[in-house]
């Protein structure tokens, strides 16, 4: 019997394929009725088999419906073929309180991701967490919209992980595309009041880290040797996330002695340069000043950040559309206004009030949103973040360019309505850099990160540690 149902649908296969030939010859290669109809055969296909595969189980069942119950098709005036699935319909064992969309339109790709969902509920009730984790993760990725496959990887992390911050993130991501999924609201309850305290504690842990390194004497000689190290650390790794491809030993070669590396191109080279001398322009000017931070000072800096790669634009805003994977920044026409808002935001009251991380990411975020330049958009804002926690009696942040993709995971979720990965992400990154001096200055007990790829802070220290080092500001040392 088997047999017979895989030949069966073996035939519907091909059949499908030669139905589709033929309208593709008719309607040509451009129509959408023929792309839509791609993505329904193969999904009601796969629906018509478990159909089969339950009444080869079941025979007194073994009579298909030529419409199963709970698959509609429907097509509009505009020729648009679109797929209503009841999951009550073909999962009767889903409570109403768990499914609040009773009917949506999807694709063939959203029918597999409740199916996966589906199994994903049975693995749950089984005690198999591991199993439903990884089937929530396929429907997931197959539809990363849906609240209630959103909601039901949250209450997997929270009950098999205890990981509340990460489930109260897709909580919250499930509630912005269903605001009144009654589930998710219950559930976020519960976790939001345990994240905020959780926050609070990283940015109390990193806060004490920084006191405890203010107190200490800024002439010895490791903890000046890590000042220097971190600061070209910081060039290798805010280029490096760009794309350079310079090694640190190179990058360090570059800026003590400005010769050049062979087989690197001009690029390469100037953007470092270009980094460095910004780098410059905070310790000795920046840092020091009194006052508000104005926007001619982050002009000042961009066209250091450019000055060596493309002088014209430095320090000038943008005058055409720019688009950055799946961010679309603001219009031109609209950058000198958005500045503006942003200087005003930058300097207000209740954002100084802000805890430093938490304003310095902020701060990186927005600007970083606007995308006010056509290059060097990244580094500008890392340099602006940096400049707000320097201020603040904090090392730089070094954004290790192997974590290039979570960096820019935490940026996308900021621009779909939750800005606090990107803050818990600026922070641990932070904390990173102060576990380091940490370090230098005698605490043993914290363990040193290896930031570079081709050598670690720890060796470098090691190797020349006794030298006679200039006395260095917080993120820079003079060139010896």
């Known amino acids: 019997m088997n047999i017979i149902h895989g030949l069966f649908w073996w035939l519907i296969g091909c059949l499908s394929f030669l139905i589709l030939t033929q309208l593709n010859n008719h309607y040509g290669s451009d129509s959408r009725i023929v792309g839509q109809l791609s993505c329904l055969i193969p999904g009601i296909s796969r629906y018509f088999s478990i159909c089969s595969e339950r009444s080869s189980r079941h025979p007194q069942h073994n009579e298909l419906s030529t419409i199963p119950e709970g698959l509609y098709l429907f097509q509009n005036d505009a020729n648009d073929v679109t797929l209503y699935f ?3 319909k073909i999962f009767p064992e889903f409570k109403e309180d768990q499914i609040e969309n009773k009917a949506f339109s999807l694709a063939a790709d959203s029918v597999e991701a409740l199916m996966a969902l589906h199994g994903a509920l049975e693995m749950k009730h089984s005690g ?15 539809s990363p919209s849906h609240p209630d496959i959103l909601n039901f990887y949250g209450e997997i992390l929270e009950e098999a992980k205890s990981n509340y911050v990460e489930a109260d993130f897709h909580y919250k991501r499930a509630l912005s595309f269903s605001p009144d999924h009654t589930r998710a609201l219950e559930n976020r ?38 000042k220097k190290e971190v600061y070209f650390q910081h060039i ?62 982050i002009l000042q800096l961009h066209n250091r950040v450019l000055g060596f790669v493309d002088p014209t634009e430095g320090g000038t805003y943008r005058h055409t559309q720019v688009f950055v994977g799946d961010h679309i920044p603001p219009p031109p026409n609209e950058i000198k206004y958005l ?3 942003f200087i005003s935001w ?55 360019k192997e974590d290039r993709l979570k ?29 380091i001096y940490l370090w230098a200055i005698g605490n ?17 220290i090691i190797q020349m540690q006794g030298e006679r080092m200039p006395t260095c500001v917080m993120s820079s040392c003079e060139r010896n």
């Open 189 to 226: 309850k519960r976790t939001l009041p345990l994240v905020e305290e959780l926050d609070e504690r990283l940015l109390y842990r990193i806060e004490t880290k920084r006191d405890e390194i203010l107190k200490a004497s800024g002439n010895r000689g490791s903890l000046n040797r890590i």
């Open 86 to 88: 009841s999951p009550f």
């Open 236 to 297: 290798y790794h805010t280029v490096g996330i760009e794309g350079n491809t310079m090694t640190l030993a190179q990058t360090r070669m570059i800026i003590e002695t400005r010769m050049a590396v062979g087989g690197k191109s001009l690029m390469e080279h100037n953007e470092i340069l270009g980094m460095d001398e910004a780098l410059r322009y905070i310790n000795s000017t920046l840092l020091h000043k009194v006052g508000d931070i104005s926007e001619n000072d």
């Open 444 to 460: 043993k007990s914290v363990p040193v990160p290896e930031l570079g790829s081709d050598t670690t802070l720890k060796d470098s």
């Open 407 to 435: 960096y820019y995971e935490t940026l996308k979720a900021a621009n779909e309505g939750d800005v606090r990965p990107f803050i818990r992400f600026i922070a641990r990154s932070a904390e990173k850099t102060l576990d």
């Open 346 to 400: 930058l300097n207000s009251v209740d954002t100084v009030d802000l805890h430093p991380v938490k304003y310095a990411a902020l701060a990186h975020y927005k600007l970083v949103y606007i995308h006010p330049f056509t290059d060097g958009n990244g580094r500008t804002s890392r340099l602006i973040m940096n400049l707000i926690l320097m201020r603040a009696g904090y090392p730089p942040v070094i954004i290790k």
């Open 339 to 341: 500045m503006s808002e």
């Open 128 to 142: 198999k967490y591991e199993k439903a984790m990884r089937l929530l993760k396929h429907a997931l990725a197959l």
